[in-house]
C-alpha cells in the first residue's frame, strides 16, 4: 500500500519503473511511479532519462522525495497538480510550467533555479523571494 520514500534511494544508476498490472495500488507510466488512479505521482528513477516531462491532467499531488535527485529532468509540465508534498523537488533546477501556485507551507529544498514559462502569480513570486529561489520568466 506504500512505497517508502527513501525505497530506491541508493538506485542512483535506475532509469525507469515497472509495475506490475496487476498492483492494486500502483501503476507506471513512462517508468515513474502513480496512485493505480493517476492522481498522485509517486515516484521518478533518479536517472529518468528524459529532458522534459509533461503529468498527466488526471495527476493532482506531487508526493514526498517524488522527484528527488531527478538531474535529468528541465522542465516540467506540472498541468493540473494542485498539491507539492514536502521534499518534492531535493536536488533540482526546474522549469515550471503550468498555473501551480507553490504553497508557502512547502519548501522546496536545495532548489536554487526556477523558470516560470507564463507569468507567475504574485504568490509564486513572494515564495521564491521567501526561499531564496531565483526565478526567470520565458
Known amino acids: 500500500k506504500h512505497i517508502d520514500e527513501d525505497y530506491f534511494d541508493y538506485c542512483t544508476s535506475l532509469k525507469t519503473i515497472v509495475v506490475n498490472s496487476e498492483n492494486p495500488y500502483y501503476k507506471s507510466n513512462d517508468g515513474i511511479v502513480y496512485s493505480k488512479d493517476m ?8 536517472q529518468y532519462p528524459n529532458r522534459t516531462l509533461k503529468l498527466p491532467d488526471t495527476t493532482l499531488t506531487v508526493l514526498d522525495y517524488c522527484f528527488e535527485e531527478c ?9 493540473n497538480v494542485t498539491k507539492i508534498d ?15 501556485v507553490l504553497n508557502p507551507k512547502i519548501k522546496f529544498h536545495n532548489l536554487t533555479n526556477i523558470t516560470f514559462t507564463s507569468k507567475p502569480t504574485q504568490e509564486n513570486i513572494d515564495y521564491c523571494k521567501d526561499y531564496k529561489i531565483n526565478y526567470i520568466i520565458k
Not at 521534499?87 to 515550471?96: D, E, N, V
Open 86 to 100: 514536502n521534499i518534492s523537488f531535493q536536488g533540482t533546477t526546474l522549469i515550471m510550467k503550468g498555473d501551480c
Open 71 to 79: 538531474v535529468n529532468i528541465e522542465t516540467l509540465n506540472l498541468n
Open 39 to 46: 492522481s498522485e505521482v509517486v515516484l521518478c528513477p533518479q
